[in-house]
């Protein structure tokens, strides 16, 4: 089993840039699969971006892609998401999400991941 703990959600303008982190326990990070999701007041929670176990795929939303930015570090235990260019839709709830399934490629489903955080809350107004 593994716990996430999210951080570095805030409020910022739109345009502005935040990193959110996901930090993992235990000694077996890199034998999960990775993923944020976002959830909008009132809305479905939805996918964001995804990475593989050895960090060599990853996947993107429409919504977001060349924006955001997915990398993790295996020796820190670590997921990042990095969000430039921000705007007001991009406010949500953002969850970390990890997967035990062993995939070639990034799992872009809610079903798909075992283990959730609690959210950090992203605020960009306009």
């Known amino acids: 089993q593994v716990q996430l703990d999210e951080s570095g959600g805030g409020l910022v303008q739109a345009g502005g840039s935040l990193r959110l982190s996901c930090a993992a326990s235990?000694?077996?990070?890199?034998?999960?699969?990775m993923g944020w999701f976002r959830q909008a007041p009132g809305k479905e929670r939805e996918f964001v971006a995804g990475?593989?176990?050895?960090?060599?795929?990853?996947l993107y939303a429409d919504s977001v892609k060349g924006r955001f930015t997915i990398s993790r570090d295996n020796a820190k235990n670590t997921v990042y998401l990095q969000m430039n260019s921000l705007k007001p839709e991009d406010t949500a709830i953002y969850y970390c999400?990890?997967?035990?399934?062993?995939?070639?490629?990034?799992?872009?489903?809610?079903?798909?991941?075992?283990?959730w955080g609690q959210g950090t809350q992203v605020t960009v107004s306009s």
């Open positions: 235990g000694r077996t990070f890199s034998s999960y699969a």
């Open positions: 990475i593989t176990r050895s960090g060599s795929n990853t």
């Open positions: 999400a990890a997967s035990r399934r062993d995939s070639y490629y990034v799992l872009p489903r809610r079903s798909d991941y075992d283990y």
